[in-house]
């Protein structure tokens, strides 16, 4: 039995790999820390959608690339916008803050 190849389909994989990763390397970025200061512990957040950041309320640093935005949110999984911060360029904050969710817009 021989076996076939296609050639087409594997190029076409690859260019999809490719897209991801470029896509996800040019994402904004949120990093935040344990400790006061911008010290401690750290986490970096990118990618869409809502993430938890219990824990890590010593400090942030949002890189902002390609448009995209941020959210911080007082309450747990994204909830309460009015009580909510947006961050739309490069910003540093190495203090405690009160935000306990960001999404990151997409």
């Given at each position: ?20 990763l470029i896509a996800s390397a040019s994402a ?10 911008c010290s401690g512990r750290s986490k970096d ?62």
């Amino acid at each position: 039995m021989a076996i076939t190849r296609k050639p087409a389909a594997a190029a076409a994989l690859l260019v999809l790999l490719a897209v991801a990763l470029i896509a996800s390397a040019s994402a904004s970025t949120l990093s935040v820390f344990s400790g006061p200061g911008c010290s401690g512990r750290s986490k970096d957040i990118n990618g869409c959608g809502c993430f938890d950041l219990t824990g890590y309320q010593g400090g942030f640093h949002f890189v902002f690339t390609e448009e995209q935005e941020a959210i911080l949110y007082r309450d747990r999984h994204c909830n309460n916008g009015y009580r909510s911060q947006w961050l739309d360029e490069e910003t540093r904050y190495c203090h405690k803050f009160p935000f306990r969710s960001v999404e990151m817009v997409c």
